[in-house]
């Protein structure tokens, strides 16, 4: 994923998909919490809550996809 004898791009990519995932699981917890936050009338609570659930859960995608890569790099399978 992050090898570099593929070129810079390549490698790129891989960085900005860890971004993506990051920001996507973050957002959809901060979405989840609105619609739960807005249908039980519970304030930001339910929001910050998803939005911290959705941070923990990106991270640990973030971290699970790098050590595959990791993996990968030094010539195993990836799974």
């Known amino acids: ?12 990519a891989g ?11 973050t957002v959809s ?20 809550l998803g939005s911290l659930l959705g941070m923990a859960a990106g991270f640990f995608e973030v971290i699970t996809i790098v050590k595959r890569a990791e993996r990968e790099d030094a010539g195993g399978e990836g799974k």
């Open 1 to 12: 994923m992050f090898d570099r004898d593929r070129g810079p791009i390549r490698a790129l």
């Open 15 to 25: 960085l900005g998909g860890l971004a993506f995932v990051l920001g996507v699981l």
């Open 29 to 48: 917890g901060w979405l989840l919490g609105q619609y739960l936050d807005r249908k039980l009338g519970t304030g930001p609570w339910l929001s910050l």
